[in-house]
T-cell receptor
Framework: DGGITQSPKYLFRKEGQNVTLSCEQN?????MYWYRQDPGQGLRLIYY???????QKGDIAEGYSVSREKKESFPLTVTSAQKNPTAFYLC????????????FGDGTRLSIL | QKEVEQDPGPLSVPEGAIVSLNCTYS??????FMWYRQYSRKGPELLMY????GNKEDGRFTAQVDKSSKYISLFIRDSQPSDSATYLC????????????FGAGTRLFVKA
């Protein structure tokens, strides 16, 4: 089945630690995205990538980093500079041609120990 | 003013009721409109995808877009307990390009 796989489902971070969230897709989509979801707020865009080896900051990129070395993979690192990392993180992908809608993985819930 | 406004609810209805979910938006350039359903601890699942104004029907679901009023709706007929979820509206296109703007979601409870 084609889809987007996020791992792990739950993740705990200690103070001063960097953690990396995995996102893999087998939909052959060009574009991939990372969002943060907090209660009562819409999805906020962290980073996006339209093509391999290229990515752009979204609306709340501070304290986060990404890489796009393969079309299928778009890992997100939450660095120690992100002071409020507790949230539900969602990865999505889409075809950029003809404005196709985004499809989502099942998210990673990150909490602070 | 937020680009997309959506009543957070919660909205509670009896099984079998017709449900109406709505969003308003401010950017008249949006061209593509979507509704997603999100169950607890899961990612959003695409329900409906429409282009420009008009209606689109898929089973018990109908999406309506009124670009002149900057208003979109999702209707659910014969609602079921399994429809209990958070519904997110989303839109893209125009000057925003491919970037998608999401509403905060409306929480729906369908009581058996």
């Amino acid at each position: 089945d084609g889809g987007i796989t996020q791992s792990p489902k739950y993740l705990f971070r200690k103070e001063g630690q960097n953690v990396t969230l995995s996102c893999e897709q087998n939909l052959n989509h060009d574009a991939m995205y990372w969002y943060r979801q907090d209660p009562g707020q819409g999805l906020r865009l962290i980073y996006y990538s339209q093509i391999v080896n290229d990515f752009q900051k979204g609306d709340i990129a501070e304290g986060y980093s990404v890489s796009r070395e393969k079309k299928e993979s778009f890992p997100l690192t939450v660095t120690s500079a992100q002071k409020n990392p507790t949230a539900f993180y969602l990865c999505a992908s889409s075809n950029t041609a003809s404005n196709q809608p985004q499809h989502f993985g099942d998210g990673t819930r990150l909490s602070i120990l | 003013q937020k680009e997309v406004e959506q009543d957070p609810g919660p909205l509670s209805v009896p099984e079998g009721a017709i449900v109406s979910l709505n969003c308003t938006y401010s950017n008249s350039a949006f061209q593509y409109f979507m509704w997603y359903r999100q169950y607890s601890r899961k990612g959003p699942e695409l329900l409906m995808y429409t282009y420009s104004s008009g209606n689109k029907e898929d089973g018990r679901f109908t999406a309506q877009v009124d670009k002149s009023s900057k208003y979109i709706s999702l209707f659910i007929r014969d609602s079921q307990p399994s429809d209990s979820a958070t519904y997110l509206c989303a839109m893209s296109g125009g000057t925003g390009g491919f970037k998608t703007i999401f509403g905060a979601g409306t929480r729906l409870f369908v009581k058996a």
